[in-house]
């Protein structure tokens, strides 16, 4: 089973005023389309992510987004309904995949909302994300005003979710269009369920609706986590030691099952206790063979990518070095170096550190070397 997600990017967006359409005008730095479009890449479950565009975008849009193999770009269609039908047609999904439908035009996607919607499809054929109606309803007829029962009326948003079958089949009669792609397979019977929506789901349709949004997506408080890690290596006969991913010629080697890496272990052990998933060992335990000698950059590249998963990402990291030799401060701006280009991370956001013991203790007795590191997560979702 294959999970593809189509963000819906194809309309002129007109009723903003704007000199683009919505989708690809500038919103928190960024384009609108863009926003969802990294959110679904950053996402390891989505299999492909499908962009519907206009067709006389498609080249400009390929040039900027061409380094991702999973994305495919496809031309819109007249209406909504032919454009997610030109998508799936481009996917030729299976039956059992399953099939994500975003409108650009909703940039605040979170993944807590896919996670949301894929378990709400484990029972059912189809999920949305929706909120309830907290305003008072009135229908308004030759001059007079009727109140309307809420309590069973919802916001539905998107992304939408289905078993790729159903949706083919919703799609099939080329004469149909829909307001959205639930009411395509409403009409087949679909089981459907609504998962909780968000605010920030909410569609840009009028210009002030880019400032509400950015507003919405800049102005909340970012949420952060802290994560610290302790490492330890004896030293052993060798040519040299490995820190921070950067050898160091010297009279012995630290012991260890993989390369020894005290400072990117430090490292890895902050990020999974930030997000509170174990440590190093419970993920590549010195027990299986396939770690001996690994380099720890794949170690630290999977807590990366596992921190990621859960809606957060890495956005500082602190490392120190403990040790009487080798010296440190020659190498350390080539650790910092290697460390940001592992971890995605800027520059500015790498600090490695070194300092002694002062002749006390193991390292003060040049047995070995002791790390401990210090990161910082933020939320992503």
Not at 103 to 129: C, F, I, K, N, S
Not at 302 to 331: M, N, V
Not at 340 to 362: N, P, Q
Request: glycine share 8%; hydrophobic share 40%; net charge negative.
């Amino acid at each position: 089973m294959s999970i593809h997600a189509i963000i819906v990017a194809a309309g002129s967006g007109s009723r903003t005023g704007r000199k683009l359409p919505k989708q690809f005008e500038y919103l928190a730095g960024k384009p609108v389309y863009r926003w969802s479009l990294d959110t679904f890449l950053s996402d390891s479950r989505v299999d492909r992510v499908t962009l519907v565009l206009p067709s006389d975008h498609i080249e400009r849009i390929a040039t900027q987004t061409q380094s991702d193999e999973r994305l495919v770009l496809v031309a819109g269609g007249d209406d909504r309904t032919s454009s997610v039908r030109n998508a799936v047609d481009a996917i030729s999904p299976d039956a059992n995949d399953i099939i994500l439908v975003h409108d650009a035009a909703r940039p605040g996607l979170q993944t807590r909302t896919v996670t949301a919607l894929l378990e709400g499809l484990t029972m059912h054929d189809a999920a949305a994300p929706a909120l309830p109606v907290i305003d008072a309803l009135k229908r308004q007829t030759d001059g007079t005003l009727q109140t309307v029962d809420r309590s069973d009326l919802y916001r539905v948003q998107t992304p939408q979710a289905f078993r790729a079958g159903i949706l083919s089949s919703a799609l099939a009669d080329k004469s149909g269009s829909f307001m959205d792609d639930l009411e395509a397979v409403e009409a087949l019977g679909a089981k459907a369920v609504l998962v909780e929506g968000d605010e920030r789901l909410s569609k840009i349709t009028f210009a002030d609706d880019f400032e509400k949004m950015e507003a919405m997506m800049t102005g909340q408080q970012t949420e952060f986590r802290f994560g610290t890690g302790f490492d330890v290596h004896a030293f052993e006969p060798g040519p040299g030691v490995t820190l921070c991913g950067v050898f160091i010629e010297h009279h012995a080697r630290l012991k260890g099952h993989s390369d020894a890496d005290a400072g990117w272990h430090a490292l890895t052990d902050a990020i999974l206790g930030a997000v509170a998933l174990g440590d190093i060992g419970d993920h590549f335990p010195p027990s299986d063979d396939r770690w001996k000698d690994a380099d720890s950059g794949v170690f630290l590249g999977h807590a990366i990518k596992l921190a990621r998963e859960a809606g957060w990402q890495l956005a500082h990291c602190d490392i120190t070095l403990i040790c009487e030799t080798p010296k440190i401060k020659p190498h350390r701006e080539t650790m910092r170096r290697r460390t940001a280009e592992v971890t995605g991370l800027d520059l500015d956001a790498v600090s490695i550190k070194a300092t002694t013991t002062e002749g006390m203790g193991f390292t003060g007795r040049r047995e070995g070397i002791a790390a401990q590191a210090a990161a910082t997560l933020c939320k992503t979702t």
